[in-house]
């Protein structure tokens, strides 16, 4: 899994809740993604970092929020769940521009009732 | 906008044979990186081969190549002597130089029969 490693791998919430999604790498790789995947739409970026506190949003960045104040750890809050923001949620980790191969991590299922 | 499709929701072939999966994209750029991950039922993403437009020859990986046409903006996955385990979803991706975002096409779900 190119040392990385989402958590929880499962959960489930209601409407209106927080929610907070945690990818954590161990090969100090610079960038680092969150992927949402939905049927018919294939994997759609929600945020990416380029470095400790360098954010950017995707093509569906709306409803969510993201963290990076070390290295290691990428962080996806969902500020209030939203039915329409059940999927599975992909972390991945590149190691710098120039090395374009993005490894992911297992994936987060996320259910909101 | 950059925009990659997979006009084949799903395809099969049967084991030992040989199977093209489309993908055509978008984008006024020049340089840029095409991809194509496989997704098994373990949903785990994996990168099967990867090419770079500025190199005219079409990438291999085994019983994985390519057939990349730059100028129809074409980049078509062949695998050959298919088997049980190539069963999968099938992702065309592609990443604009110095732009850092990988933009992935809708999958073509691969169903290999014995």
């Known amino acids: 899994d190119a040392g990385i490693t989402q958590s929880p791998r499962h959960k489930v919430t209601e409407t209106g809740t927080p929610v907070t999604l945690r990818c954590h790498q161990t090969e100090n790789h610079r960038y680092m993604y969150w992927y949402r995947q939905d049927p018919g739409h294939g994997l759609r970026l929600i945020h990416y970092?380029?470095?400790?506190?360098?954010?950017d949003k995707g093509e569906v960045s709306d409803g969510y929020s993201v963290s990076r104040s070390k290295t290691e750890d990428f962080l996806l809050t969902l500020e209030s769940a939203t039915s329409s923001q059940t999927s599975v949620y992909f972390c991945a980790i590149k190691e710098d521009r120039g090395l374009e191969k993005l490894f992911f991590g297992s994936g987060t299922q996320l259910s909101v009732l | 906008a950059q925009t990659v499709t997979q006009s084949q929701p799903e395809m099969s072939v049967q084991e030992a044979e040989t199977v093209t999966l489309s993908c055509t994209y978008d984008t006024s750029e020049n340089n840029y990186y095409l991809f194509w991950y496989k997704q098994p039922p373990s949903r785990q993403m994996i990168l099967v081969i990867r090419q770079e437009a500025y190199k005219q020859q079409n990438a291999t990986e085994n019983r994985f190549s390519v057939n990349f046409q730059k100028a129809a903006k074409s980049f078509s996955l062949k695998i050959s002597d298919s088997q049980l385990g190539d069963t999968a979803m099938y992702f065309c991706?592609?990443?604009?130089?110095?732009?850092?975002?990988?933009?992935f096409g809708t999958g073509t779900r691969l169903q290999v029969f014995p």
């Open positions: 970092s380029y470095g400790v506190k360098d954010t």
């Open positions: 991706a592609f990443l604009i130089y110095n732009t850092d975002k990988l933009i």
